[in-house]
């Protein structure tokens, strides 16, 4: 099975422009979620797509948001960009079953805002 | 708040040395997951716990889980360069579907 896949690889931006980002989960997944990795705070859950809906939702502000499609492909938008955006972006893909939540990262997009 | 405090953080050693990464939490996990990364890429995983008092062997890596599943450990027999990384660990809770909390890692440096 091909692995998580995520688009750009990456990606150079101003402030106050706006960015889209692109996962594409392991076939059969249902399940999408978003992380942001920066040097000081690590990895922080930013949301979770299953079929389509959002189920949860981390603390960061309203400038990004995302959806998931009805083949699972999922895409996270951050708009009016800020210098402290710069990170790595996660996407991973479960399929959970009724004991564990094991997630499979994909290798992450990488955003530099200038 | 960091529910999830992993040590050490940093931890250089020599080839053949063994070693143990603790992650202690006050709350309790219903599965807890052990990933490595390397720079610029994404986390792969070594092993999920599920079970208090679960003992995983994956090589010489051996993952353990507490018994009220609030902690686990990671020790590695005779590290090797290879080894290096960073090791993250991650615990899911309850019905918090598909979000893990992550400790902030420990970065290995293994020294030929």
């Known amino acids: 099975k091909a692995g998580v896949t995520q688009t750009p690889r990456y990606l150079i931006k101003t402030r106050g422009q706006q960015v889209t980002l692109s996962c594409s989960p392991i076939?059969?997944?249902?399940?999408v979620s978003w992380y942001q990795q920066t040097p000081g705070q690590g990895l922080q859950f930013l949301f979770e797509?299953?079929?389509?809906?959002?189920?949860n939702k981390g603390n960061f502000p309203g400038r990004f948001s995302g959806r998931q499609f009805s083949n699972s492909r999922s895409e996270m938008n951050v708009s009016t960009l800020e210098l402290g955006d710069s990170a790595l972006y996660l996407c991973a893909s479960s399929f959970r079953d009724s004991l564990q939540e094991t997630q499979y990262f994909g290798p992450g997009t990488r955003l530099l805002v200038l | 708040t960091q529910l999830l405090e992993q040590s050490p953080q940093f931890l250089s050693i020599q080839e053949g040395e063994n070693l143990t990464v603790y992650c202690n939490s006050s709350s309790v996990f219903s599965s807890l997951q052990w990933y490595r990364q390397e720079p610029g890429e994404g986390p792969v995983l070594l092993v999920t716990v599920v079970t208090g008092g679960e003992v995983k062997k994956l090589k010489r890596l051996t993952f353990q889980f507490g018994d009220a599943r609030k902690d686990s450990s990671l020790h590695i027999t005779a590290a090797q360069p290879g080894d290096t990384g960073l090791y993250l660990c991650?615990?899911?809770?309850?019905?918090?579907?598909?979000?893990?909390?992550f400790g902030q890692g420990t970065i290995l440096t293994v020294h030929p």
């Open positions: 076939s059969g997944h249902r399940s």
């Open positions: 797509y299953f079929s389509e809906t959002q189920r």
């Open positions: 991650a615990g899911a809770r309850g019905t918090s579907y598909g979000k893990l909390t």
